[in-house]
């Protein structure tokens, strides 16, 4: 039988931070999301 992979639960890094707005201009904020 196939063993089952156990993955480790990925939470948002805004959500963490308890960020409501995400402002589009401000790049220090967006830059460990962007590729």
Same mark, same amino acid.
């Given at each position: 039988? *196939?063993? +089952? +992979?156990? =993955?480790?639960? +990925? %939470?948002? @890094? %805004?959500?963490? *931070?308890? #960020?409501? =707005? #995400?402002? %589009? @201009?401000?790049? *220090?904020? &967006?830059? =460990? /999301? &962007? /590729?």
């Amino acid at each position: 039988m *196939a063993e +089952r +992979r156990k =993955f480790k639960k +990925r %939470y948002c @890094k %805004y959500c963490e *931070a308890k #960020i409501d =707005f #995400i402002d %589009y @201009k401000d790049l *220090a904020q &967006l830059k =460990f /999301s &962007l /590729s």
